[in-house]
C-alpha cells in the first residue's frame, strides 16, 4: 500500500513538473521554455527550464511578445499601436503586422478547445495510444476559419497579418492538444498504478 501511494504521488509530481514552467514567446514566434526569476523596465530575466541550476540569462521586454507563467497568469507587452490606414511595404510595417497577428491570436484564439477536449476524452476512455490518433490529426492541421475568432476582418485580408495570426494559433492548438494527450497519459498511469494495487 506505501508504495502504490508512493508511487501516485511520484506521478503527480512528475506530472506537474512535465507542465510547471512559464512560456516567453519572442515577438519573432520563438517560445522559450524558462523560469522567470525577474521582470524590470528593460528586460527579463529567467532561467532555462531545463538547466533551472544554470546561468541567469536576459532578454530585451522590447523582444517579448507573452509571458505565460505556470500559475496560468499572463503577461503581455504590446508594441506601439500603429494606426494600419495605408500600409508600407517596408520591411518594418510587413514584420509589424506578422506580430500584431500573432498577438491577437495569443489573445483571441480560442478554438483549440474542441480538440484539446477531444484528445483528452478519447486518450482517458479508450487509451493513451488511441489517443494519439485525434492528437496528432489535430496537431498537423491548421484551426478552421471560424474557429479563428479574429477581432477585425479587414487585417485578415493582409497576408502578413494573417500568416502571423493563423501560424500562432495552429501553434496554441498543438500545445493544447499535446498537454491534454500528456494529462491522459498520467491519469492513466495513475488508475493502472491504483488497480494494480
Same mark, same amino acid.
Do not use: H
Given at each position: 500500500?506505501?508504495?502504490?501511494?508512493?508511487?501516485?504521488?511520484?506521478?503527480?509530481?512528475?506530472?506537474?513538473?512535465?507542465?510547471?514552467?512559464?512560456?516567453?514567446?519572442?515577438?519573432?514566434?520563438?517560445?522559450?521554455?524558462?523560469?522567470?526569476?525577474?521582470?524590470?523596465? !528593460?528586460? &527579463?530575466?529567467?532561467?532555462?527550464?531545463?538547466? *533551472?541550476? =544554470?546561468? @541567469?540569462?536576459? $532578454?530585451?521586454? /522590447?523582444?517579448?511578445?507573452?509571458?505565460?507563467?505556470?500559475?496560468?497568469?499572463?503577461?503581455?507587452?504590446?508594441?506601439?499601436?500603429?494606426?494600419?490606414?495605408?500600409?508600407?511595404?517596408?520591411?518594418?510595417?510587413?514584420?509589424?503586422?506578422?506580430?500584431?497577428?500573432?498577438?491577437?491570436?495569443?489573445?483571441?484564439?480560442?478554438?483549440?478547445?474542441?480538440?484539446?477536449?477531444? !484528445?483528452? &476524452?478519447?486518450?482517458?476512455?479508450?487509451?493513451? *495510444?488511441? =489517443?494519439? @490518433?485525434?492528437? $496528432?490529426?489535430? /496537431?498537423?492541421?491548421?484551426?478552421?476559419?471560424?474557429?479563428?475568432?479574429?477581432?477585425?476582418?479587414?487585417?485578415?485580408?493582409?497576408?502578413?497579418?494573417?500568416?502571423?495570426?493563423?501560424?500562432?494559433?495552429?501553434?496554441?492548438?498543438?500545445?493544447?492538444?499535446?498537454?491534454?494527450?500528456?494529462?491522459?497519459?498520467?491519469?492513466?498511469?495513475?488508475?493502472?498504478?491504483?488497480?494494480?494495487?
Amino acid at each position: 500500500m506505501k508504495n502504490s501511494i508512493l508511487f501516485i504521488l511520484l506521478s503527480f509530481a512528475y506530472i506537474n513538473n512535465c507542465f510547471s514552467q512559464d512560456l516567453i514567446t519572442k515577438k519573432n514566434g520563438e517560445d522559450l521554455k524558462v523560469k522567470v526569476l525577474e521582470v524590470n523596465i !528593460t528586460e &527579463i530575466k529567467y532561467k532555462k527550464f531545463e538547466n *533551472l541550476n =544554470g546561468p @541567469i540569462f536576459s $532578454i530585451l521586454k /522590447s523582444e517579448v511578445l507573452i509571458i505565460r507563467y505556470e500559475n496560468g497568469t499572463k503577461d503581455i507587452f504590446n508594441f506601439e499601436n500603429k494606426e494600419i490606414t495605408t500600409i508600407a511595404n517596408s520591411p518594418q510595417a510587413i514584420n509589424d503586422l506578422f506580430r500584431q497577428g500573432q498577438a491577437d491570436a495569443l489573445k483571441y484564439y480560442k478554438g483549440y478547445k474542441g480538440a484539446g477536449t477531444g !484528445t483528452l &476524452i478519447t486518450s482517458i476512455v479508450a487509451s493513451p *495510444l488511441l =489517443g494519439l @490518433i485525434p492528437a $496528432i490529426a489535430c /496537431s498537423s492541421t491548421q484551426p478552421e476559419d471560424q474557429n479563428l475568432n479574429y477581432p477585425n476582418s479587414e487585417l485578415m485580408k493582409n497576408p502578413d497579418y494573417y500568416n502571423g495570426y493563423t501560424q500562432k494559433a495552429k501553434k496554441i492548438k498543438q500545445n493544447k492538444v499535446w498537454k491534454n494527450w500528456g494529462i491522459a497519459v498520467g491519469v492513466n498511469l495513475l488508475l493502472i498504478a491504483v488497480i494494480a494495487n
